[in-house]
DNA sequence: GCTAATCATTGGCGAAACACAAACGATTTA
DNA sequence: TAAATCGTTTGTGTTTCGCCAATGATTAGC
């Protein structure tokens, strides 16, 4: 209504969004379970997509989950066939990972299962363009995550 | 740019709402953890605080927990005095619970120490109006969540 | 060439989330 | 008074997950 003065939102969305992924989170352990992928495999999955390939340093990174832990969670990946890793051709240390064909195709399938579910969670109380709206929020909170660089 | 005509949204928030809710939650542990408090019990603190006090059962149903866990839960915030448990003057059988006042004020500490972490997280990537919107489409989607009234 | 640093991997430890079964205690009903 | 009901409690077990240490392979520095 009036003008706001602050500089500083007055609302904080931490609790909300806990509460909120959670909900949708269980559901989708549901769902994905009989295409053998739980959410994290998810999360892997749609950034290596969209990254086209990375090192298994950098998906830590971006995932923020400790190398050991990305460790295990593309040998689930890989031993589904659903990505591959290859030696970097610059540093033989360094895996290169990337999506496989049958990698996509299962998570296209896992996005179709898991409409359903955002559908019966969101589907009820925010309309399209709200949706789509939220999408691009969150698109744009982490897709503008500060990569920081290793510049040593 | 052009009118959608499509009447399903196109794109899905699970995958981001999980990565970034993660993301958030794991900093605010670390915050939280000198007010001997989880991500966890700040969800359940906000509901109480907003709902004004409820049965454990109606808790249990709103944070989709299961009772066994809602009651550890409430026991470690009663045994620091953040929640207090009445019996119900309808059904002596059931007990209310209810924010104490320590409950309001850590409740308020720990919102402000979770700001820095959301401000850290969100602040380089949205601006005050997007938080806000951001903030008042998750509030939409978890407070318009159906509540099945148990009518038998 | 030799040593140190880097990357992926493995195994183990501990904490936490969570579901489930069973018991308990108070209260209501027959 | 006995039985049934309801919420709560206790306890157990599984799974997830982050962290630490050690290993092997590779690269980089001296």
Same mark, same amino acid.
């Given at each position: ?15 909300? %969004? ?5 909900? @949708? ?16 495999? %998810? ?21 923020? @989950? ?29 895996? @290169? ?16 299962? %898991? ?10 109380? %925010? ?26």
């Amino acid at each position: 209504m009036e003008l706001p003065v602050v500089n500083q939102p007055v609302h904080r969305s931490g609790v909300l %969004l806990d509460h909120l992924s959670r909900r @949708i989170r269980t559901r989708s352990e549901s769902v994905l379970a009989p295409l053998g992928l739980r959410p994290r495999h %998810l999360v892997a999955l749609t950034v290596l997509r969209e990254s086209g390939g990375t090192t298994q340093q950098a998906l830590s990174a971006t995932l923020e @989950i400790d190398g050991t832990n990305v460790v295990s969670l593309l040998n689930d990946l890989e031993k589904d066939g659903l990505v591959e890793r290859r030696r970097s051709p610059e540093d033989r240390r360094r895996h @290169i990972v990337e999506l496989t064909q049958a990698g996509v195709e299962r998570l296209a399938k896992a996005e179709f299962a %898991l409409a359903a579910v955002e559908d019966e969670v969101l589907g009820s109380v %925010l309309d399209e363009a709200q949706r789509e709206l939220l999408y691009s929020l969150l698109k744009q909170a982490t897709v503008g995550q500060k990569v920081v660089c290793t510049n040593d």
